[in-house]
């Protein structure tokens, strides 16, 4: 059993006050590790869906407005890159790896997270200009969707395979004091309220693109 950690119960009761207060939840209510964690790679989802409707427009040649797309980049490297992925590289993978834990599975995301901040690096100059032949177009259509193929399964394994064993990995009050460090943590990088800024931020980008509703990804 989960003992003190975050178990259903525990996130119903955080589910309840996102829905009373969405801006406060967060802030509010002590967030474990792993599920801060996960949230965040909600984020990442999203700002994906952003670079899949850019993907799609590019193959379709319709208008594309490129400082949407690299608001997602930047999104993305703010949040994920310089935040999300400094904890897992700070707290998370070390811990892992000096118990002898999934250290195979480390030293791939290791190596995806140096892949991934270099093609976030590459997208940015390529929305940060208009597009000048048709060669632009393709190299920023393979730099998407080569983000994308990585980061999918990438984060897919962390909160079905990694978070859970580092999880398991920690007791309780050791579980709860890195909660803590997080928060500390996020907010140095990201200021009050980043998380939900970050959400607010990636709406707004899926709104200006026309992919905000929902119903819309209904088959």
């Known amino acids: 059993m989960m003992g003190e950690r975050l178990g259903r ?3 119903i009761a955080v589910a309840g006050a996102a829905l009373l207060a969405p801006g406060r939840a967060r802030a509010s209510v002590g967030v474990p590790p792993g599920e801060d964690l996960m949230q965040e790679h909600g984020v990442l ?3 994906m869906l952003v670079y899949d ?4 427009r590019l193959g379709a040649r319709e208008p594309l407005p490129l400082d949407r797309v690299g608001a997602a980049a930047t999104l993305i490297r703010r949040v994920i890159q310089d935040c999300h992925e400094k904890l897992e590289e700070e707290f998370v993978f070390p811990r892992m790896e000096r118990a002898g834990k999934l250290t195979s599975l480390v030293a791939t995301l290791r190596d995806q997270h140096r892949a991934g901040r270099a093609v976030t690096a590459a997208i940015a100059k390529l929305t940060g200009s208009p597009l000048r032949d048709e060669a632009d177009r393709r190299r920023l259509g393979q730099q998407l969707s080569a983000f994308n193929r990585m980061y ?6 962390e909160d079905t395979v990694l978070f859970p064993a580092f999880q398991l990995l920690l007791g309780d009050k050791e579980y709860r004091a890195l909660g803590e460090q997080f928060e500390e943590v996020e907010e140095r990088v ?3 309220g980043g998380f939900e800024k970050a959400v607010d931020e990636v709406a707004a980008i899926e709104a200006a693109l026309g992919i905000h509703d929902l119903a819309r990804f209904t088959p």
């Open 9 to 11: 119960r525990g996130f």
């Open 45 to 47: 989802r999203r700002a």
């Open 53 to 56: 409707e850019a993907v799609r």
């Open 152 to 157: 999918r399964p990438h984060a897919a394994r």
């Open 190 to 192: 990201l200021g009050p």
